[in-house]
């Protein structure tokens, strides 16, 4: 599977294009979410848990993340947190189907993109998606500037 996602993410010519990452246990809400933002162009990797994600999941890969709050193993708090301590630069859209403002403060506070109560209007979840991945795009750059200068600062004597 990591192999196939790495054809998918990573062309040999041109830019890296980003991926939408959805991590849901329920796997209707996986499919059509995945249909959906794929009849958009876009690309989209599911998974069924957050440790499903972790084993395969490239911290240096450019996208975003739709994460459902409720999950078996690694709920959507605790993924977050091990995003965030693995490095990854990855905007997070929770998905809840049982939101309150404690948790929405939680999200936030942990640095989530946005917070999206299920059912969700598709087209908001576009164009919220959209824009993390712009995002994404924009802390990837800039994270490949501080690349390279790092490596010409090593260079000098």
């Known amino acids: ?28 809400v996986r499919v059509s979410l995945k249909f959906l933002l794929e009849s958009v162009g876009l690309t989209v990797c599911a998974y069924s848990n957050g440790r499903e994600f972790l084993d395969v999941a490239d911290p240096k890969q450019p996208g975003c993340m739709l994460l459902d709050v409720r999950m078996p193993y690694i709920g959507g708090f605790e993924l977050q947190e091990a995003l965030a301590s693995r490095g990854f630069l990855l905007p997070v859209i929770f998905l809840t189907a049982h939101g309150d403002i404690p948790m929405t403060v939680r ?22 998606v959209q824009a993390a991945l712009q995002l994404a795009e924009r802390r990837y750059a800039s994270e490949q500037a501080r690349d390279r200068t790092r490596h010409l600062l090593d260079q000098l004597s």
């Open 107 to 128: 999200a936030m506070q942990g640095g989530a993109y946005d917070f999206l109560e299920k059912p969700f209007n598709d087209q908001a979840l576009i164009d919220k």
């Open 1 to 28: 599977m990591k192999a196939l996602q790495e054809v998918v993410a990573r062309p040999r010519h041109g830019p890296i294009k980003p991926v939408v990452y959805i991590v849901d246990d329920d796997g209707g």
